[in-house]
């Protein structure tokens, strides 16, 4: 079993309130979840209005699945225009490791 997980740095747009933020957000984490099949969590930046973490995670039985489905995830993430993707940070692990 493979597990894998990619953590987006974003900065948002002209979002001024939490409440702007989570509408800019909540899409993006509908589209990640419908394309990848993945779960997705914002994970990180809460409490800041134009910064957000997204996390996104796969298990699969084979490394290729997992790193296709995170290729998928980013390119999706890096292709918004409404954003900036600052990082991608990605980690794979072999479950018996």
């Known amino acids: 079993m493979w597990i894998g ?17 989570r509408a800019v957000i909540r899409p993006i984490m509908a589209e990640l979840r419908r394309a990848t099949e993945a779960s997705v969590a914002e994970v990180g930046e809460q409490d800041l209005h134009r910064r ?22 980013e390119r999706l993430v890096a292709g918004r225009p409404d954003i900036t993707l600052l990082s991608a940070r990605r980690r794979l692990h072999r479950s018996d490791e």
């Open 52 to 73: 957000a973490v997204i996390g996104v995670g796969v298990v699969a039985s084979g490394a290729d699945r997992v790193t296709d489905t995170l290729d998928r995830a």
């Open 5 to 21: 997980w990619i953590e987006f740095d974003l900065l948002l747009g002209d979002v001024h309130s939490l409440k702007g933020k």
